[in-house]
T-cell receptor, first 117, second 111 residues
Framework: GAVVSQHPSWVICKSGTSVKIECRSL??????MFWYRQFPKQSLMLMAT?????????EQGVEKDKFLINHASLTLSTLTVTSAHPEDSSFYIC?????????????FGPGTRLTVT | QKEVEQNSGPLSVPEGAIASLNCTYS??????FFWYRQYSGKSPELIMF????GDKEDGRFTAQLNKASQYVSLLIRDSQPSDSATYLC???????????FGAGTRLFVKA
């Protein structure tokens, strides 16, 4: 149980283009989904928290117009990196917490490795 | 002061030994504590959570919590090379709305 999928697992795109990453909870309904970014040998950095049907809450320093988050249902959240640049190259990981459980009990997707050329 | 602090390591232990991973946190009102394991190039996976002072055991893993000292630890008994990974401590802040992750401790178990 508690499986979270992400698609795509890796993507290469050209500078200036947009990339959409999907995060799905496969066998549970997710109250809250989280988006993280992780650079090599560094810790997770929370980018934003999203609840189904409401606007995402972005962490300080994260541009909401650049990283668009849509949480369309209790099982799907998407992150769109708009006008991507090489410095956006990173490992993007989503996680989800199940309805009725606390936000600390997060189940992570396998991550999406983004390379912007 | 960082909200959740961990020694970055690497912590190196021989196979079969006990690995002890430590974490301190600054928010005295925190109530929920989690340990995640992250293999290189992979995403984190939840190992254990603990809410009450004392010890909580699950197989070879024991989480220990001391709220007075604002300290949480993870013990791994009979360490195996497959336990080699980065272990992340996570704490839910007062109010329960946000999870703060530590930077992680790298564990290396030598065969």
């Amino acid at each position: 149980g508690a499986v979270v999928s992400q698609h795509p697992s890796w993507v290469i795109c050209k500078s200036g283009t947009s990339v959409k990453i999907e995060c799905r909870s496969l066998d549970f309904q997710a109250t809250t989904m989280f988006w993280y970014r992780q650079f090599p040998k560094q810790s997770l950095m929370l980018m934003a928290t999203s609840n189904e049907g409401s606007k995402a809450t972005y962490e300080q320093g994260v541009e909401k117009d650049k990283f668009l988050i849509n949480h369309a249902s209790l099982t799907l959240s998407t992150l769109t990196v708009t006008s991507a640049h090489p410095e956006d190259s990173s490992f993007y990981i989503c996680s989800a917490s199940e309805v009725g459980r606390g936000v600390g009990e997060q189940y992570f997707g396998p991550g999406t490795r983004l390379t912007v050329t | 002061q960082k909200e959740v602090e961990q020694n970055s390591g690497p912590l190196s232990v021989p196979e079969g030994a006990i690995a002890s991973l430590n974490c301190t946190y600054s928010d005295r009102g925190s109530q929920s504590f989690f340990w995640y394991r992250q293999y290189s190039g992979k995403s984190p996976e939840l190992i254990m959570f603990i809410y009450s002072n004392g010890d909580k055991e699950d197989g070879r893993f024991t989480a220990q919590l001391n709220k007075a000292s604002q300290y949480v630890s993870l013990l791994i008994r009979d360490s195996q090379p497959s336990d080699s990974a980065t272990y992340l401590c996570a704490v839910i802040t007062t109010g329960g709305f946000k999870t703060i992750f530590g930077a992680g401790t790298r564990l290396f178990v030598k065969a």
